[in-house]
């Protein structure tokens, strides 16, 4: 059990150092298919696009592992 907490934190770690560094290069948000709407002066992002692709990303990399 131990060792399946420490992996997790290892990997989000690694996750939160290399996400904004990705998505200058990618563009996760602004794909076509994600949708940002404003509503009384405030903008929400549904990633719809960005969420299926990271998804299918995750997916293939856990048949590898």
């Known amino acids: 059990m131990l060792k399946w907490i420490l992996t ?4 989000i770690f690694l996750l939160g150092i290399i996400a904004p560094h990705a998505a200058r290069f990618i563009r996760f948000g602004r794909l076509p298919g994600d949708i940002a709407c404003r509503f009384r002066g405030r903008t929400y992002y549904l990633p719809f ?9 995750v997916l ?3 048949r590898f592992l």
């Open 49 to 57: 696009a960005t969420t299926i692709i990271l998804s299918l990303i």
């Open 8 to 11: 997790l934190v290892v990997a």
């Open 60 to 62: 293939i990399v856990s």
